[in-house]
Nanobody
């Protein structure tokens, strides 16, 4: 049974940092691409970052390049999103998700099949 459990969200001031974690079970990160998405009410889910299965190639949305870093620990079957220099517009519910078993990844949420429950990130002074 595939399960994804996120943690690490919270309230942070502008310019601050957070690290989100996503612990996976029921499949191995060795074989699947994985991603992070975010969503605010009334808007479509936005791809933030992803990492491919085999070579660990990473992709980022233009809005987060240079501030967000995706990483994974295959031994722990967990991946992370380090978020630095947070801005109020980063406020959203953040979701981790499993992508297809291919050696690339996409920021399109339609290509992801299993999702975590979401963790809220609020950036406010």
């Amino acid at each position: 049974q595939v399960q994804l459990v996120e943690s690490g969200g919270g309230l942070v001031q502008p310019g601050g940092s957070l690290r989100l974690s996503c612990a996976a079970s029921g499949f191995s990160l060795d074989y699947y691409s994985i991603g992070w998405f975010r969503q605010v009410p009334g808007k479509e889910r936005e791809g933030v970052s992803c990492i491919s299965s085999r070579d660990g190639i990473t992709y980022y949305a233009d809005s987060v390049k240079g501030r967000f870093t995706i990483s994974r620990d295959n031994a722990k079957n967990t991946w992370y999103l380090q978020i630095n220099s947070l801005k109020p517009e980063d406020t959203a519910d953040y979701y981790c998700a499993r992508g297809p078993p291919v050696p690339y990844c996409s920021l399109s949420y339609r290509q992801y099949d299993y999702w975590g429950q979401g963790t809220q990130v609020t950036v406010s002074s």
